[in-house]
């Protein structure tokens, strides 16, 4: 610092200024949206979090999130992409809030939280096989084959009920409805009992919660056979009555 008079006299003045610089906080540049998805997503991307955040001072930032459930299985990888994979049927109906965090070097923070939502699908019935045949079986007689309901929905698939056309592929009365969660099945068995020699071409209708198909149908085939004619068999092969008086009888059995 120099200072002078009216006559030209000066006088000078030398210091050190030194600024002392302050780590300031990362900052959130913009917000992760909250994201809706349908159940069974496969590998889904929700940000590039050098995108989110940044840092005044230029230090490399560090990122974790807190509350996402495991299934999800939600990762941060190397290129700082916030991504999940959620495991099969996996569902947030009613959403999950996420908070996002960076660290900077002198571990100060700032966070961004988004709420993620997976839609459970509605439960889907499948049916295998769908068409029996039972070929031919004598009347009297039964044959049976099993058929597998399962579950490829997201919710659990109720069975009201079952019936059979055709009462020889069986008397369908449930006491109360089958409940099958997602991804699971049940193995029921269809019996044929044929009543009358004749083709039969029934179905099996199964009632159901799957809006799709309430009531999905089973082709039941079969044919009814008369039976045999029954063995006819003689003992004894011969009969020796001996001698008989003329006009008398004698009786074998």
Avoid: C, H, K
């Avoid at 495991?87 to 109906?93: G, H, K, L, R």
Wanted: aromatic content about 6%.
């Amino acid at each position: 610092i120099i200072a002078s008079d009216d006559e030209g006299l000066t006088s000078e003045e030398t210091f050190i200024l030194v600024i002392t610089p302050v780590n300031d906080a990362p900052i959130v540049e913009r917000e992760i949206e909250d994201r809706v998805v349908d159940q069974n997503p496969g590998m889904t991307i929700i940000a590039d979090l050098d995108d989110i955040f940044s840092d005044i001072d230029g230090d490399e930032l560090r990122f974790d999130f807190i509350n996402a459930p495991d299934e999800l299985n939600m990762r941060i990888g190397d290129d700082n992409i916030l991504s999940f994979n959620p495991d099969e049927n996996f569902a947030i109906p009613d959403g999950v809030v996420i908070t996002v965090v960076t660290i900077d070097q002198g571990d100060l923070t700032a966070e961004d939280e988004f709420t993620l939502t997976i839609i459970p699908r509605p439960a889907l019935i499948e049916v295998l096989p769908e068409e029996l045949d039972f070929g031919e079986v004598i009347v009297g007689a039964e044959r049976e084959i099993d058929i597998e309901i399962s579950n490829v929905g997201g919710e659990v698939l109720e069975i009201m009920g079952i019936i059979a056309s055709n009462e020889v592929f069986g008397d369908w009365e449930l006491d109360r409805p089958i409940f099958i969660d997602p991804g699971e099945g049940i193995r029921i068995s269809v019996v044929f009992q044929p009543d009358q020699v004749m083709e039969y071409e029934e179905v099996l209708t199964i009632f159901s919660n799957d809006e799709e198909n309430p009531e999905f149908e089973v082709l039941l085939i079969g044919v009814g056979l008369a039976p045999p004619p029954p063995d006819i068999i003689v003992e004894p092969m011969a009969f020796d009555f001996g001698e008989v008086i003329e006009g008398a009888e004698r009786t074998m059995e």
